[in-house]
C-alpha cells in the first residue's frame, strides 16, 4: 500500500492573502510577540468576510485585492491599539505598463522600514511579502517559503515567464509614517 503524503496548511485553502498581512507585520514588527500575533491573526480572521465576500469565496477561491486592503488597514488599526506603533499603507502608482517602470518603482518603495505586499499569477496565483529588491531579485518573506524570484522568471503579462505581477496588487506597508 502507498503511504501518501499528509496535507500541508495552504494545501487545500487560499489563506496566503492573511499569512502575507500577518508576515508583513512580523517583519516590520519583530517585537510584536506570539500571544498580539494570534490577537492580530483574530482580527484579521474576522475581516475576512468583509466587501460582501463569504468565507467559502475567501477560503476556497483566493483572496482579492480589496480584501487584502481591508486586511492591511485591519491591521494597522490593531497595531495602533497594542503597540500604539505607526504604521501607513499606500497602493504602488496603477500608472505602470512597463516592467522596468514596475522594477523601479518597487525598488524605490521598498527602502527604509517598507514591505510590499505583492499578489502574484501564473505557475502559482499567490499573495506574498517583498522585503528587498536588487537589480536582479525580489527577496520574499513568505507563508509558502518561497524566498527569491528572480526578474528573469517575471513580467507584467507575459504568460510565458512564470510569474506575473500587477502593479494594481501590490501594497506598501511602512513602519512608521
Known amino acids: 500500500m502507498k503511504i501518501l503524503a499528509p496535507f500541508n496548511q495552504g494545501d487545500l485553502d487560499s489563506l496566503c492573502g492573511v499569512y502575507c498581512v500577518m ?18 491573526f483574530q482580527v484579521l480572521s474576522e475581516n475576512l468576510t468583509t466587501n460582501r465576500v463569504t468565507a467559502h469565496e475567501t477560503v476556497g477561491l483566493g483572496i482579492e485585492i480589496p480584501t487584502v486592503y481591508a486586511l492591511v488597514e485591519a491591521a494597522c488599526d490593531y497595531l495602533q491599539e497594542v503597540l500604539e506603533a505607526p504604521i501607513s499603507m499606500a497602493m504602488l502608482t496603477s500608472k505602470i505598463r512597463r516592467f522596468d517602470d514596475l522594477w523601479a518603482a518597487l525598488r524605490n518603495g521598498l527602502r527604509g522600514n517598507q514591505v510590499a505586499i505583492i499578489g502574484l499569477s501564473g505557475r502559482h496565483d499567490h499573495w506574498t511579502v517583498a522585503y528587498r529588491l536588487t537589480a536582479r531579485t525580489i527577496r520574499l518573506f513568505d507563508s509558502d517559503s518561497m524566498k527569491v524570484l528572480h526578474r528573469a522568471q517575471c513580467s507584467l503579462r507575459d504568460p510565458r515567464v512564470p510569474y506575473q505581477i500587477d502593479p494594481d496588487e501590490i501594497i506598501l506597508v511602512q513602519r512608521g509614517g
Open 23 to 40: 508576515n508583513a507585520v512580523r517583519f516590520l514588527f519583530p517585537e510584536l510577540g506570539r500571544e498580539k500575533s494570534i490577537g492580530l
